[in-house]
């Protein structure tokens, strides 16, 4: 079974076609990936019905993560879903960034205020509480199929310490500025390149959570400069951002008088995440 499911992947251009369906076969027996091996386990038809419908959806390229409701951040479960963008690797390299910086925020932390912006699937929202418990995170979001998610994964992972608010940017917050540290993870894919991304991106991610306009750089142009009357004195502005846009970004931020601007790489060596601090 392991074997066909790979050949068949492996024919719809899925990369790691092994892996991929020992995660089918795996998630559908509700079993370990290494048991299949071990104890080679007989399949029902019932599992095997499921494991066929599985393959089908996967070979028409939808995302793993949205076939099986669910994927791993930071090590919480993450509910997503069509209407949703599924976290990436990268957004845990700007989680465990922003876990650090607030670590330093010494005599702040037990009051230390969060905000962060284009939530989606709250996944950096969540990481953060998680982390500080006694810290106080709001979340923003305008789609409302992100503040379904978002919501539900907090209480999926029994996070008290977060909110939820539907609206664009900083509308929900405008009486309630006094951040220590903003984060984002905005859309900043250019417009005409969305067509050329993987089909499990263009064909079923929500293009609202993926589009930053003809640039790419539509929302930093927007957060950037109301970000300064959110943030607290010595507050910290962190961003995740696209293949090719550190420059302008830190240009912007440069001319609305951030300093300590810094630029972390990711795995495949793109400056990705971007950390500027108010004076």
Avoid: W
């Avoid at 024919?11 to 089918?24: H, K, Q, T, V, Y």
């Avoid at 509700?30 to 299949?36: P, Q």
């Avoid at 979001?141 to 608010?165: C, G, P, Q, R, W």
């Amino acid at each position: 079974m392991l074997r066909k499911i790979k050949e068949a992947l492996t024919m719809s251009g899925i990369d790691n076609a092994a892996r991929e369906a020992e995660l089918i076969v795996s998630f559908c027996l509700g079993t370990d990936r290494a048991i299949l091996y071990r104890d080679n386990p007989p399949v029902s038809r019932d599992n095997t019905l499921k494991i066929e419908e599985y393959l089908k959806r996967r070979s028409n390229r939808e995302p793993i993560q949205y076939i099986f409701g669910f994927t791993e951040f930071c090590g919480l479960k993450i509910r997503v879903g069509p209407g949703v963008l599924i976290p990436r690797p990268e957004t845990e390299m700007l989680a465990g960034e922003a876990i650090r910086i607030i670590s330093e925020f010494d005599v702040r932390m037990p009051d230390c205020n969060i905000l962060d912006i284009c939530t989606g699937s709250g996944c950096l929202a969540l990481a953060l509480a998680k982390e500080f418990p006694s810290a106080h995170v709001c979340a923003t979001d305008i789609s409302e199929n992100a503040m379904h998610y978002s919501i539900t994964n907090a209480k999926l992972n029994k996070i008290a310490n977060v909110i939820f608010l539907q609206g664009s940017l900083f509308e929900p917050v405008e009486k309630t500025p006094g951040f220590d540290l903003i984060i984002s993870n905005p859309p900043y894919i250019r417009h005409n390149d969305i067509d050329q991304l993987q089909p499990e991106i263009k064909n079923y991610e929500p293009v609202e959570a993926l589009d930053g306009g003809e640039d790419g750089l539509s929302y930093y142009r927007t957060i950037i400069p109301a970000a300064k009357a959110y943030l607290k004195r010595s507050g910290v502005l962190m961003f995740e951002i696209g293949l090719g846009q550190s420059h302008e970004i830190k240009e912007m931020a440069e001319h609305e008088g951030f300093t300590g601007i810094s630029l972390l790489r990711d795995y495949a060596g793109i400056e990705r995440i971007f950390i500027a601090g108010k004076e």
